[in-house]
């Protein structure tokens, strides 16, 4: 059985990470560069910036460890355009401009690509972990429960690989794609539907049909502004059963908070297999994050070490980056080879609200 050693070297002033593999008596050796090496690992360090003070829109925070990186962004209550489809697809989705509350996202990457996001309202800016988060009343939205996924989860498309991208423009694509500038599919199952989530909850009531008709939710907007959205007590408090049970609404479960929601464990998506994320883990006290993977963690950083350094220029990436979107055109929305099993049919067995 191959065995690997690996041992730090200095050869007058240069430090090399060397690796030692003995295999069927003979020794193979690697030297990777200190720098390199030092620059890999440091991607899976334990990083967590806590709550950073925050006065509109912008990152609240930032955690990570592993492969796994987790931001929560704030957006400032106002008036937002959001892309409205009858359907999957269709190529006659309307833009409203909406009236929205304080909204926060969370998005989850793993190995830099996104792995998924979920979003909330608020009608206080995140100032302390423990305020309540309240139900979006958009569709593609998980209010009632979907195959695991967290309450709040959005429903978007693998479609793009970002591993080679810088951290800030992968950020940015996240928050756009969280944004509404893709198209909400309205015919999607009730289990993502936030406006007839809202149209049950309210038993169909007409004075709130701003809540669910996206037509009179933007004419209420062009008449009442946005103020209104902080102030009234319209929007949903999301319960679930307890901080590491929150796939669904729970009626008769605890108020969602914004702590619950950072901390606790989630599944970000379909494949998410790590519902406490290696972060969460090292921090709370019944988290498990055994040797072997930190290990692994190593493992990966030195073999993705180069044995000369060239050095890291995320700036010089993110000017290439931007210049290439200016001459390529964007992405689409959808992509063909992405597969949702059932997802799109599901709504032939539902009944309308």
């Known amino acids: 059985m191959d065995k690997v050693a690996y041992t730090f070297l200095k050869d007058n002033s240069n430090v090399v990470f060397r690796s030692k593999v003995n295999s069927f008596n003979l020794d193979h050796v690697t030297d990777k560069d200190i720098r390199s090496f030092y620059a890999q690992f440091s991607n899976y360090a334990a990083f967590d ?5 925050l006065d509109g829109t912008g990152v609240l925070s930032i955690r990570k460890a592993g492969p796994y990186t987790q931001v929560t962004y704030q ?8 892309n409205w489809g009858g359907y999957e697809k269709d190529p006659n989705a309307k833009k409203y401009l909406l009236a929205q ?16 996001a979920r979003t909330f309202y608020s009608t206080v800016p995140a100032t302390h972990l423990d305020i309540q988060l309240y139900h979006v009343n958009l569709p593609n939205i998980n209010c009632k429960g979907y195959r695991g996924n967290g309450v709040g989860w959005i429903c978007l498309y693998h479609n793009d690989d970002w591993s080679n ?3 800030n423009e992968r950020l940015a694509l996240a928050v756009e794609r969280c944004s509404g500038s893709e198209s909400y599919n309205d015919a999607n199952m009730s289990e993502t539907d936030g406006p007839r989530f809202y149209q ?10 701003y809540l669910w008709d996206p037509k009179v939710w933007e004419e209420k907007t062009l008449n009442q502004g946005y103020e209104w959205t902080t102030t009234d007590s319209c929007w949903i408090p999301i319960h679930v059963h307890d901080i590491d049970s929150q796939g669904a609404h729970h009626p008769t479960g605890v108020p969602f908070t914004l702590r619950m929601a950072i901390i606790g ?4 998506h379909y494949d998410d297999r790590e519902h406490i994320k290696p972060i969460t883990a090292l921090q709370r006290n019944d988290g498990v994050i055994d040797s072997k993977q930190i ?6 950083s030195y073999n993705s070490s180069a044995t000369t350094y060239s050095g890291v220029d995320p700036y010089k990436q993110s000017d290439e980056f931007r210049e290439s979107r200016t001459t390529l055109n ?17 709504e032939e067995d539902e009944t309308p609200f």
């Open 49 to 53: 910036t806590g709550l950073m003070p």
């Open 75 to 82: 957006h400032k209550p106002g008036s937002y355009y959001v």
């Open 101 to 116: 509350p304080y909204r926060i996202v969370i998005i989850d990457f793993k190995n830099n690509n996104l792995l998924g």
């Open 165 to 167: 991208l810088p951290f």
């Open 200 to 209: 049950e909850m309210y038993s169909n009531d007409k004075t709130f049909n």
């Open 265 to 268: 464990a989630y599944q970000a």
């Open 295 to 300: 290990m692994n963690y190593f493992v990966t």
């Open 330 to 346: 964007q992405t689409s929305t959808f992509h063909e080879e992405e597969e949702y099993p059932e997802e799109e049919n599901d």
